[in-house]
C-alpha cells in the first residue's frame, strides 16, 4: 500500500506554539502509554506501522519541515520536497511522479493521499484498505473518504453522496458553507470532506501531463517554482465526473484550533506553569520564566519563544487574522534545536542575531561558511569537536571561539553541547549558508 501524507500548513492557527517551520502536526502534546509524549505525525506513523508493517509512507512537504520529519521519523521515511509553495495539485503530483519515477511503482497501483494532521482513531487508517480495494475495482477514477458529520460545522467543505450506503457515487461538492446552509446539507446526507482519497498512480501523471505539461518527477522539480498554484480540489476533484466516497463514522477531529487542540492534549498543563481554581483552561509554557494562571476559565494560555497568547477558546479561530509572518524563534533540527535570544538591528548595518544552540550527543551541524556575518561560540556546557578550517580541537563548557566571516567551521557533540551563538553582519539570515564537505565518519 503507498501512502503520501501531505504536511503542509503556516502554522498561524496555533500561534505561538506553531510556526511555518513547527506547524502543529509536529507538536508533542499527545500521552502515550509509556508516559511520553508524540506529535501528530508520529501518532498516525505508528498507527499506519502498526495496522502494516510493509505500508509504504512518503511524507509531501516543504523542504523548511525536512528536519523536523526526520527528527521526529527517522532517516528511514520517504520524503518528497517541494522546492517552493504551489497548493496541493502540484504537490501531489510532484509526489506521484517521484513515486512512479523514483521508487518505480507501477502506475497501475493505487495510492491513498492523507493530509498529516487529523486526530484519529485505528478505525480510520482500516478504511484505506477499503479505499485501495475500492481503486483497484476501477468503478470510479477517485475514491474519497467522506466524514459522518456531528454538527452542522462551517469550518469543512461538503461531500453531496447519490445514496446512503456505505460506497457511494458522488454527486457534487460544496464549499464551506453558513451554519444553516450546513444543515441543509446535513440532510441530504451530505458528509464532511476530510482531504483523504485514493487513485491509481497513473490518472494523476495523466492529468499532470495535461495541465502542467509534464509527469516527469525530474521536470516537475525543476520547473517547480514556475508550476500554477492551484489545488487538488479545483484541478482535479471538481471536475472529475467518476468519483466514490466511502463513509466513516468513527473518530476525526481536524486540530485547526486552539479550541479543537485542548479538546485532545492529555495534560492541562504542561512546562514551567501552575493554575489555580482554573476552570477548562489550558496552558503550555516553553519558557523559563514562570507562569501563573488563577481563577480564569475557557482559555488557552501559551508563552514560548514566538509568543504569548491568551485566548478564549471559543475566539481562537480568529488568531491567524492577527499573527504576522514574523522568523521563527524555536526550531527543531536533526542535530538538536535553537532557540532566538535576540535579534537587534543597527543603524551600521552591523546588526547581531543571539542564539542557543542544543547540539544531541553524536551529533553535528554541517561544515559551512557565510559571506555575510561572523560568529562568536561561547560553550556553556558538554563537549565535542570544533573542526575550524579543517583543523580539528576539542572544546568544553567555558570555551570561546571567533569565527571570522568566509572561515569554514562544524561542531560535533561528545556529549549535549551547549552553545549560546552570537551572529553579526548585514545579512543574517538561513541563506547565508554555503554547506561543504567533510567526512564526519572520521569522529
Not at 440532510?187 to 464532511?192: E, M, N, R, V
Amino acid at each position: 500500500m503507498n501512502i503520501i501524507l501531505l504536511s503542509g500548513g503556516s502554522g498561524k492557527r496555533l500561534w505561538p506554539l506553531s510556526n511555518e517551520v513547527r506547524s502543529k502536526q509536529f507538536l508533542k502534546i499527545f500521552k502515550t502509554d509509556d508516559g511520553s509524549h508524540e506529535s501528530m505525525v508520529q501518532r498516525i506513523f505508528r498507527m499506519l506501522r502498526k495496522l502494516d508493517e510493509n505500508v509504504s509512507i512518503m511524507v509531501a512537504t516543504s523542504e523548511s519541515q525536512i528536519a523536523s520529519i526526520r527528527a521526529q521519523l527517522g532517516e528511514s521515511v520517504g520524503i518528497s520536497v517541494e522546492p517552493s509553495r504551489r497548493d496541493t495539485f502540484p504537490a501531489i503530483a510532484l509526489a506521484s511522479a517521484y513515486l512512479h519515477d523514483v521508487k518505480q511503482v507501477s502506475g497501475d497501483e493505487p495510492v491513498i493521499i492523507c493530509p498529516v494532521d487529523p486526530y484519529v482513531d485505528e478505525d480510520y487508517f482500516r478504511m484505506f484498505s477499503k479505499l485501495y480495494a475500492q481503486v483497484e475495482k476501477a468503478e470510479a477514477n477517485l475514491v474519497l473518504m467522506g466524514i459522518e458529520p456531528t454538527y452542522a460545522s462551517e469550518k469543512y467543505g461538503y461531500i453531496i453522496p447519490a445514496s446512503q450506503n456505505p460506497v457511494s457515487y458522488v454527486n457534487s461538492f460544496k464549499e464551506k458553507p453558513d451554519p444553516l446552509t450546513a444543515e441543509k446539507y446535513i440532510q441530504l446526507g451530505a458528509l464532511w470532506n476530510a482531504g483523504v482519497f485514493a487513485y491509481k498512480l497513473k490518472y494523476v501523471l495523466e492529468i499532470a501531463e495535461n495541465i502542467l505539461g509534464t509527469s516527469s518527477y525530474q521536470k516537475l522539480f525543476d520547473s517547480y517554482n514556475h508550476l500554477p498554484k492551484i489545488s487538488f480540489d479545483y484541478a482535479v476533484v471538481e471536475k472529475e465526473r467518476k468519483i466514490q466516497v466511502l463513509r466513516f463514522s468513527g473518530e476525526w477531529k481536524d486540530l485547526g484550533t486552539w479550541n479543537t487542540l485542548t479538546e485532545a492534549m492529555s495534560d492541562e498543563v504542561s512546562g514551567n506553569a501552575l493554575t489555580v481554581d482554573c476552570k477548562d483552561t489550558h496552558v503550555i509554557n516553553e519558557l523559563q520564566i514562570p507562569l501563573l494562571a488563577l481563577g480564569v476559565k475557557n482559555l488557552a494560555i501559551a508563552a514560548t519563544p514566538d509568543g504569548l497568547l491568551v485566548t478564549d477558546k471559543a475566539s481562537s479561530d480568529k488568531i491567524k487574522n492577527y499573527v504576522s509572518d514574523n522568523r521563527p524563534m524555536y526550531e527543531k533540527r536533526v542535530w538538536g534545536e535553537y532557540t532566538i535570544l535576540d535579534y537587534r538591528l543597527q543603524n551600521d548595518g552591523h546588526n547581531s542575531l543571539t542564539k542557543h544552540l542544543i547540539i544531541k550527543p553524536g551529533q553535528h551541524i554541517s561544515y559551512q561558511r557565510h559571506k555575510h556575518r561572523s560568529e562568536i561560540w561561547t560553550f556553556t556546557d558538554g563537549s565535542g569537536k570544533l573542526i575550524l578550517d579543517g583543523v580539528v580541537s576539542e572544546v568544553k563548557r567555558g570555551d570561546t571561539v571567533h569565527i571570522q566571516s568566509g572561515m569554514k567551521h562544524a561542531i560535533k557533540a561528545d556529549t549535549e553541547l551547549h552553545i549560546i551563538e552570537v551572529q553579526i553582519g548585514d545579512e543574517l539570515t538561513e541563506d547565508d549558508i554555503e554547506r561543504l564537505d567533510w567526512n564526519w565518519q572520521e569522529f
